[in-house]
């Protein structure tokens, strides 16, 4: 292996923590990868890696070098993109993680759009609702939610507002008394998602401050479309974007509450999320803004 390639595994090793998943991020076998960090070790005559079946550890030596390997890399990179800059066509694999539900309504229509634009570059898109780290899972891109985010690393630049809104069911309505106010809420039993994706309150803007209702639950999923399910069923009181539930609200099916309090949150953020180095691919590069544009104008 050459020697750029050798500094380039192991600052993904360094970055992921782990033989296995670096050597799949850049398509080796686990051996592959340990040949290659060995033959680094020998060329550098320094041990770099604490490695047993249960630990990962860097050397301070290695922590030292992958300083300085970053910026070769990135220096690197920089210099191959200003010779290349002016006739580039964007093209590769690009990765790209989304969330299911937020994306539903328009990430097919962005991609296709985004293809014909760029027809040189191939797209393996990963669906999910759970957290990811964008560097460790080998994605390109995010289009996320903020509890999405694993580590606070990546750039992120907002792409779309979801406007909340309360709702339920006539029938819970008739179990329980109609709230007037926010500060009502807390007598009342939500269908809500769970505590490690969002603190379980919901949070009013009124007048010049915000306020923040506790609400209580019994049954919490990662899924906007299994909550609006349970909803339906009449077991309590779900704050969804008002895009998921509109035509239920129309129908009669739920009910809006407290329509003239503004909900301030922003757990309903789409965010894009990518590598925070200050060069990008000329394929990433390309989404992000053909996806700005996309959003811009829709």
Known sequence: MEYIESLRLFRTLVEVKNFRRAGEILGLSPSAVSRAIASLEDRLSSRLIHRSTRQFSLTEVAERFYDGCCRILDDLDCLEADAANHGRV???????????????????????????????IALDITLTERPV?????????????????????????????????????????????????????????????????????????????????????????????????????GLGVGVLPVSFVEQDIQAGRLVRLLEEFEIADTAAEVRLAYSGRTLLPAKVRAFIDHAAEFLEGA
Do not use: C
């Open 133 to 233: 780290d964008l560097t460790a899972d080998g994605y390109d891109l995010g289009i996320v939610l903020p509890f999405m985010l694993a580590t606070d690393l990546a750039v992120t630049r907002l792409l779309q507002r979801l406007p909340l809104v309360i709702v339920t069911t006539e029938a819970y309505l008739r179990t329980r008394s109609r709230p007037r106010h926010p500060m009502d809420l807390v007598d009342h039993m939500f269908v809500t998602v769970p505590p490690s994706m969002h603190k379980p309150i919901v949070t009013f803007r009124m007048e010049q401050e915000t306020i923040a209702v506790p609400i209580k639950y019994e049954i919490t999923s990662n899924n906007p479309v299994f909550n609006r399910g349970i909803l339906l069923e």
């Open 90 to 120: 964007p093209a590769g694999v690009l990765r790209l993680v989304a969330h299911t539900t937020a994306t539903l309504t328009w990430l097919a229509p962005l991609v296709a759009s985004f293809k014909r634009k760029h027809s040189n």
